[in-house]
């Protein structure tokens, strides 16, 4: 079993940043990627970004140039930089780990408010 906990999330003001991380720990093994979704109140859970162990990153559209992805193999940890945030960016954000397999594990979320 995996377990992942994110932090971070905040309430912050339109421009600001923030940086966001993620923890996995337990029976980590043969992980593909490690990324971010995010779901904002009364719609769909929606992709911000991944990376694979080998260092392949993507991101969504609406938050290129403006977010970084980065991992840390050895800690097990990936990190969301998050520059320039608008309110549309107000969301949960929800970090996931990948295996190999297929097998994914989802954590519990971290709120991220921007205000106008």
């Known amino acids: 079993q995996v377990q992942l906990l994110e932090s971070g999330g905040d309430l912050v003001q339109t421009g600001g940043s923030l940086r966001l991380s993620c923890v996995a720990s337990?029976?980590?093994?043969?992980?593909?990627?490690m990324g971010w979704y995010r779901q904002a109140p009364g719609k769909q859970r929606e992709f911000v970004a991944t990376?694979?162990?080998?260092?392949?990153?993507n991101y969504a559209d609406s938050i290129k140039g403006r977010f970084t992805i980065s991992r840390d193999n050895a800690k097990n940890t990936v990190y969301l930089q998050m520059n320039s945030l608008k309110p549309e960016d107000t969301a949960d954000y929800y970090c996931?780990?990948?295996?190999?397999?297929?097998?994914?594990?989802w954590g519990q979320g971290t709120q991220v408010t921007v205000s106008s």
């Open positions: 337990g029976s980590i093994r043969s992980v593909n990627t």
């Open positions: 990376c694979s162990t080998g260092g392949t990153i």
């Open positions: 996931y780990l990948n295996q190999y397999s297929g097998f994914m594990y």
